[in-house]
């Protein structure tokens, strides 16, 4: 169960959120809970959940090492500030910040892998291509273009998100039925590249409007294994309700 808080939140913020959302989450045993909070509050949240179940992630993550890369962060960099896990690819990036282009998916993902981040990579479609029939196309170019030419051991330790574009900060959830589709058409696909096993082992998050009040259904499909938060992580309480769903 993971939260995006995008670019909200400040580290006084950060640490009155888990002040209250540590208690509120610390009974639970059925899931891995990661909060990704903007890279300025990656400290204070590790400080603030040292010792409880609560994971920290970062939103992004600059393929390389070390260098002259002006206003960037490595894997590296997030590993050692005490980062688990990075968002990868998502629609925000894919769409203003040049994350579609060619082979940038795939560098990120080695690059976390390489620092040891469990990277969470984001595939979806934008309504256009939904209406216009489009969807398994988009799924399956995103899918090899991001994950295609990774080793069997490190595809093993990677996550995906199916985020379609048009449910994400609209309040349009896809229905179960939809988000169920759109996950086999991804697990298919993993199947075909990396072979059944790996395919079963990998787990796919539903990312997009999802609330508390929508967390029950949706985690109810077969194919869900968790969700990505964008909008209803921002407040202990809903968040929490959806991790406790
Ligand atoms: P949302 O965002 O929950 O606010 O729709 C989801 C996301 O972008 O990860």
Redesign the pocket.
């Known amino acids: 169960m993971a939260g ?1 808080w ?1 670019m909200y939140k400040t580290p006084a913020d950060t640490a009155s959120f888990f002040a209250k959302f540590n208690s509120l989450v610390a009974a639970a045993q059925h899931c891995e809970i990661l909060i990704c909070p903007p890279t300025l509050d990656v400290t204070t949240a590790v400080e603030a959940t040292r010792g409880t179940n609560v994971m920290v992630g970062a939103q992004n993550v600059y393929p390389g090492k070390e260098g002259a890369f002006t206003g960037e962060h490595s894997g590296y960099l997030l590993k050692s500030a005490g980062c688990t896990h990075v ?1 990868i690819g ?3 990036r894919r769409q203003f910040f040049h994350d579609s282009d060619p082979e940038v998916v795939f560098k990120k993902t080695v690059a976390a892998l390489e620092a040891g981040l469990t990277p969470i990579v ?1 595939v979806g479609e934008m309504l256009a291509e939904r209406e216009g029939g489009k969807t398994e196309e988009i799924l399956v170019q995103q899918f090899r273009e991001g994950l295609a030419s990774l080793t069997a051991e490190q595809f093993a330790k990677v996550v995906v ?1 199916y ?1 379609p574009v048009w ?5 349009k ?1 896809a229905t179960p039925q939809i988000a169920s589709d759109a996950h086999a058409v991804i697990r298919k696909e993993a199947a075909a590249l990396f072979g059944q096993p790996a395919a079963s082992a990998l787990r796919i998050l539903y ?5 508390p009040d929508n967390a029950k259904t949706l985690m109810a499909e077969k194919e869900m294994n968790g969700v ?6 921002l407040d202990p309480e809903s968040f929490s309700k959806i991790v406790n769903y």
Request: glycine share 24%; aromatic share 0%; proline share 0%.
């Open positions: 995006n995008k968002i998502h629609s925000e984001c998100a985020e449910a994400i900060g609209t309040g959830t990312g997009g409007s999802v609330k990505l938060v964008g909008g209803a992580s």
